[in-house]
């Protein structure tokens, strides 16, 4: 990325009156939180139909949770990174409305942001799917190491509260998209853009006049809907970003 680059989006962010930013794994990666569909993607070396679908979940729940509460766990240990820190700063100083996010990490709140709109939910709690009980990251990850499967008390298998492949995304998507058609600045960062209905958000942004600005590992297919695209390294970036906030504001 170069120094034009820097000030492009800080201009965009300063000029912004109802700006948010848009996050996918790549977010999340400095992290230590593997993506899905970089190089080294998950789903380069897994297969989503067998451990990330709704059927998946049902038919096969051990194979489910032997997959992913190891990496729930992970993501409950990990710690937010400068891309997540930067954004909390944005919000708090009014450069940006908020987040929409695709992670499930739930690194957006841990690192201060208060507006956070989770289209895809977040792997901190579960819900039976018999009575619809709630419970904690930890009572599940313990039933998992006990017995393989969480069940509830009623015997129904404990859900993660994440959306998985053949289910509807949270209602949270219902106010993003309500958000997005009113901003006037959209600032996605990390997402392949190849996940839908999430991804849907950029040409809708786009079609309603909003500045898009995309900073990703990879291409995506909106980049020719983006007034900058920007490669490399997120949490380059966001160092960069600070820092270049700090000297506009001398």
């Not at 492009?8 to 977010?27: I, M, S």
């Not at 499967?149 to 949270?170: M, S």
């Not at 996940?195 to 600005?213: D, F």
Request: net charge negative; hydrophobic share 45%.
């Amino acid at each position: 990325m170069s120094g034009e680059e820097i000030r492009k989006v800080v201009e965009f962010l300063r000029a912004a009156r109802n700006g948010w930013a848009f996050t996918g794994a790549g977010a999340s990666t400095p992290s230590g939180i593997p993506d899905f569909r970089g190089p080294d993607g998950l789903w380069r070396k897994y297969d989503p139909e067998r451990v990330s679908t709704i059927d998946a979940f049902r038919t096969r729940p051990e194979e489910f949770f032997a997959f992913w509460m190891g990496r729930f766990e992970l993501m409950a240990r990990a710690e937010p990174n400068l891309v997540h820190q930067l954004l909390a700063r944005l919000e708090e100083q009014g450069l940006l409305r908020g987040v929409i996010t695709q992670n499930i990490d739930g690194l957006h709140r841990k690192a201060g942001s208060r507006t956070v709109l989770e289209i895809h939910g977040n792997a901190w709690t579960g819900t039976c799917m018999g009575c619809g009980r709630r419970y904690p990251l930890e009572w599940m990850a313990a039933r998992v190491r006990g017995g393989g499967v969480a069940r509830c008390e009623c015997g129904a298998l404990v859900k993660p509260d994440v959306v998985l492949f053949g289910e509807q995304l949270t209602p949270d998507f219902e106010r993003a998209w309500d958000e997005v058609s009113k901003c006037d600045f959209l600032w996605v960062l990390g997402s392949s853009l190849q996940v839908w209905p999430a991804a849907e958000l950029v040409p809708l942004a786009a079609s309603r006049g909003a500045a898009v600005v995309i900073a990703n590992h990879d291409p995506t297919p909106y980049d020719d809907l983006a007034a900058l695209v920007v490669r490399g390294d997120l949490a380059a970036l966001a160092e960069a970003v600070f820092r270049a906030l700090e000297e506009a504001e001398g």
